[in-house]
């Protein structure tokens, strides 16, 4: 079955780094999404991102994030320069269609800032 | 704004017993809701969604307009029932897409 893959699994960086989070969507999907999760609250949106380009985002997503699909296969989340509170279990999903419920989850990257 | 709330961060039951976690939220539109799990080292995953009534691995959840509450019930808890449960609740957004917004969840622990 397929399945949303993520790397790293957990990265560490200094605060004030850059640090990109990879995912590879499910193939034949057509939206992806980022979340994050910090430890011990709820998962958060940040964006969703639809035909090269973004479709929502979230009050968190400001301008130190970005995301990019620059291939027909990988989906990244860059932080620019990275802050204590950004460290977070990272979550990349993607769904079939634009009105699909169903999103599907990859296992996360644990970024932890120091 | 939209909100989902579950009071219970922890529910211990044991093995056999009724199981019920509780799912209130805000939304001032028709609201579309979702119960998420995430086993021990497994990623996060849709378990059923409140328009397509259905059960799945014994878990039902009925949306209540009037108490604004969506809550996931099972009779009889299973050990393998463990995990982390999110309830989300989607709205849709301008840009054509599902966005959630999920509960802080309830970890479950079902005891032999």
């Known amino acids: 079955e397929p399945e949303v893959t993520q790397t790293p699994s957990h990265q560490v960086t200094q605060m004030g780094q850059e640090v990109i989070l990879r995912c590879v969507p499910i193939s034949n999907h057509l939206y992806f999404y980022w979340y994050r999760q910090i430890l011990g609250q709820k998962v958060e949106f940040l964006v969703s991102f639809y035909n090269n380009e973004i479709s929502e985002k979230s009050e968190i997503f400001d301008d130190q994030f970005s995301v990019e699909r620059p291939d027909g296969s990988n989906f990244t989340l860059k932080i620019r320069s990275t802050k204590l509170e950004d460290s977070a279990m990272y979550f990349c999903a993607s769904s079939e269609a634009p009105l699909s419920y169903e999103q599907y989850f990859g296992p996360g990257t644990r970024l932890t800032v120091t | 704004a939209q909100r989902v709330t579950q009071p219970e961060k922890l529910l211990s039951v044991f093995k056999g017993a009724p199981v019920e976690l509780k799912c209130n939220y805000s939304?001032?539109?028709?609201?579309?809701l979702f119960w998420y799990v995430q086993y021990s080292r497994q990623r996060l995953q849709l378990l059923l969604r409140?328009?397509s009534r259905e059960s799945i691995k014994g878990f039902t959840a009925d949306l209540n307009k009037g108490e604004t509450s969506f809550h996931l019930k099972k009779p009889f808890a299973q050990e393998e029932d463990s995990a982390m449960y999110y309830c989300a609740l989607s709205s849709h957004a301008s840009g054509g897409s599902y966005i959630p917004t999920f509960g802080r969840g309830t970890s479950l622990i079902v005891h032999p």
């Open positions: 939304y001032s539109g028709s609201p579309e």
């Open positions: 409140h328009i």
